[in-house]
């Protein structure tokens, strides 16, 4: 099994403080993807990243795809209260399943 | 904007009973799927299903798992005899035909064993 390992897996900072959290693993991926997780709700795709050194922005949020495809980080910049909730990387296998990193969980004080 | 919805959000049931989570998926989607996320865990993933068959299954889907479309609508996991173990947040996933890489997720069922 190709393991997704995310850090730090837990994030407490003061709004407007930037952050990047990162998933890794020695294999090398044909994609990745980055969720987002509120409680009590499921998983939401934020974006897909496909190439190696591809960079994907969405509002304040940047996701790079490492060069040899096996490790992704999201940077959030100015981050807000709204941006509190639980990461999750995740890579699709041949089967179509995703396989989830463990996450970190990241808390915005206002 | 149409969505993955389950029923129930919570189910609470004595250890060794039968449940049944109900998914209703995105009504063009093909590819249906269901995940677990036991409490401060992983998303680890259970199943998939396509064309009326489960085309995967992990070594977590025993023998007390069964999933079924009942009519064109409806996608549900049956847990025959459940145990403690079985706790955990149950999502159904959906995709859509030559959209394979976009799973949507319903807001899952929070089951939890006594």
């Known amino acids: 099994t190709q393991l997704l390992e995310q850090s730090p897996q837990f994030l407490s900072i003061q709004e407007g403080e930037n952050l990047t959290v990162y998933c890794n693993s020695s294999s090398v991926f044909s994609s990745l993807q980055w969720y987002r997780q509120e409680p009590g709700e499921g998983p939401v795709l934020l974006v897909t990243?496909?190439?190696?050194?591809e960079v994907k922005k969405l509002k304040r949020l940047t996701f790079q795809f490492g060069d040899a495809r096996k490790d992704s980080s999201l940077h959030i910049t100015a981050a807000q209260p709204g941006d509190t909730g639980l990461y999750l990387c995740a890579r699709m296998d041949s089967s179509y399943k995703l396989i989830f990193g463990s996450g970190t969980r990241l808390l915005v004080r206002p | 904007e149409p969505e993955v919805t389950q029923t129930p959000s919570h189910q609470v049931t004595q250890m060794g009973q039968e449940v049944i989570l109900r998914c209703v998926p995105i009504?063009?989607?093909?590819?249906f799927y269901w995940y677990r996320q036991i409490l401060g865990q992983k998303v680890e993933f259970l199943v998939s299903f396509y064309n009326n068959e489960i085309s995967e299954k992990s070594e977590i889907f025993d023998d007390q798992f069964s999933v079924e479309r009942p009519d064109g609508s409806n996608f549900t996991l049956k847990i025959r005899s459940t145990k403690l173990e079985d706790s955990a947040m149950y999502f159904c996933?959906?995709?859509?035909?030559?959209?394979?890489?976009?799973?949507?997720f319903g807001p899952g069922t929070r089951l939890l064993v006594l």
């Open positions: 009504s063009n989607h093909l590819y």
């Open positions: 996933a959906s995709s859509a035909p030559l959209a394979w890489e976009t799973q949507y």
């Open positions: 990243v496909v190439t190696g050194g």
